[in-house]
């Protein structure tokens, strides 16, 4: 079991395969506080530039990571924050180039591309995977919570400008929240800013996994499709699939984890504290449990718990 704070997974990802995790800032800090992440509500919202986690301590750990032979698609800058708020990512891209062949993507929410030095640090990246929600300040507000000094427009402009500059793969995600930019109208206009940016490939998600606000609510398929089909020949809808046909997925963890919710509720911050597992790779399997019914989400106030179904709890 992979205990390293800073380093996770492998894990499966539906658009990188096998995904080895580098976080590079604390639990959620970041420029935004968006209303569909699993992952709870934004504690340090933040656009400051530091170098939140040490380079030499991602760098050492990677290294010794790098040794286990293991199955990697991609070396992922994500986790639990805003990855380029980490102001040496620039350095470390350039430093693993050095270390490994293995490609490197970034997932970054795209909100600080308009700074020539942020889209400089990432020129040396393989992959780039920013997401657009809104393209209009009201639902940029309604939907990501920004940070007060963000606006919509520099954001676009920095997304069209990073396009120019940078030479690999662009892969721009887009979150549809029911109600909230599923409009014809609002589809129509992010369709006409994305055909400006034009990335490699456009890929549309809904709401399927817990988020941090109960009224954020999926799309179903039928209008999954049909607002893929107005957007562009490159779209593409980010379907889930199961984990388990993935061989980092352990039934082993999966067992822990029930047996730990069958004793009390808990945040997806209680069974990684208590596994000593990254809350990315904790959310992998509370998908399938999801899914299968075996586990539910509670909330409390402002905080979502996980708890075991009543069939899960009736003995065998």
């Known amino acids: 079991m992979n ?7 492998p894990v499966p990802s539906r658009r990188l395969g096998f995904s080895l995790g580098i976080d590079l800032v604390p639990y959620k800090t970041c420029s935004f506080d968006c209303v569909y992440c699993q992952l709870g509500r934004t504690t340090n ?3 400051q530039r530091r170098e939140y986690v040490s380079k030499k301590l991602i760098m050492k750990e990677l290294e010794e990571r790098l040794t286990k032979g293991e199955e990697i698609d991609y070396i992922t800058f994500s986790g639990s924050g805003e990855p380029t708020l980490n102001s040496k990512i620039g350095e470390m891209i350039r430093d693993i180039k050095r270390m490994t062949a293995i490609p490197i993507a970034v997932l970054t929410n795209g909100s600080l591309l308009f700074e020539v030095e942020m889209r400089d640090e990432l020129r040396n990246a393989d992959l780039v995977l920013p997401s657009l929600d809104a393209v209009k300040q009201n639902i940029f507000e309604m939907i990501n919570r920004p940070h007060e000094g963000l606006l919509m427009e520099k954001i676009v402009e920095g997304l069209k400008k990073f396009r120019k500059e940078f030479e690999n793969e662009i892969w721009l995600e887009v979150m549809l929240v029911k109600d909230i930019n599923d409009g014809v109208g609002d589809v129509k206009q992010m369709t006409d800013v994305i055909n400006e940016i034009d990335p490699d ?7 399927v996994r ?4 109960s009224f954020a609510m999926p799309l179903d398929p039928v209008k999954m499709k049909e607002i893929s089909k107005m957007i562009s020949e490159k779209s ?10 993935q061989t980092a997925y352990e039934k082993e963890i999966e067992k822990e984890i029930v047996t730990l919710l069958k004793r009390r509720p808990c945040t997806i ?8 597992m990254h809350r990315n790779e904790i959310v992998k399997y509370i998908e399938v449990l999801e899914r299968e019914k075996r586990v539910m989400e509670r909330r409390h106030g402002n905080q979502s718990y996980l708890v075991v179904s009543e069939d899960e709890m009736r003995p065998m």
């Open 3 to 9: 205990t390293q704070s800073h380093i996770f997974g």
């Open 45 to 47: 919202k933040t656009i």
């Open 201 to 207: 490939k456009v890929q549309l998600n809904t709401v």
């Open 210 to 213: 817990p988020p941090c606000e």
């Open 236 to 245: 593409e809808i980010i379907a889930s699939h199961d984990r388990r046909a």
């Open 269 to 276: 911050e209680d069974i990684s504290s208590f596994l000593g």
